[in-house]
């Protein structure tokens, strides 16, 4: 894990936040709890909540009473997607040939206003919205 042991946080996209959610990986369950204890806020954009939520649901729907406590936990934090950041996700992609993905850009966009990192399981699809945006992968994920 990289971080410091200071107030600071991660932008958790949808792949990420299924694995931390879901609770299938050992290596993101301990991911999640040594970012508690160290204080780091989890950043949770509202589109990439849903997608979760649908991902979790469709692979094992026993699996979120421990989605439900994560997203309990105080060191996580829910983004809407109201008017004005759903304005800034569709501007991210403007002039760029990229079929639409909310999701994506809503956790780009946050990372960018925070100067945090976002965090994924699939880093790829974040890439592909803003290439230079620091993306670091969960750990025991490919």
Do not use: K
């Not at 204080?39 to 939520?53: F, R």
């Not at 809503?106 to 399981?121: E, I, Y």
């Amino acid at each position: 894990m990289s971080i410091d042991d200071t107030l600071g946080g991660f932008v958790l996209d949808a792949s990420a936040l299924a694995a931390l959610g879901g609770g299938e990986n050992i290596y993101a369950t301990t991911w999640a709890d040594r970012a508690a204890v160290r204080g780091i806020v989890l950043l949770v954009p509202a589109a990439a909540l849903s997608e979760a939520w649908q991902q979790i649901r469709r692979r094992d729907p026993d699996h979120v009473e421990q989605m439900r406590d994560l997203l309990a936990s105080p060191m996580v934090l829910i983004e809407a997607l109201d008017e004005t950041e759903a304005a800034h996700a569709g501007e991210l992609v403007c002039g760029r040939d990229l079929d639409p993905d909310v999701a994506a850009a809503q956790v780009a966009t946050c990372a960018r206003a925070r100067d945090w990192p976002a965090l994924a399981a699939q880093p790829a699809r974040l890439r592909v919205i803003d290439p230079e945006l620091t993306v670091e992968t969960l750990p025991g994920m490919s």
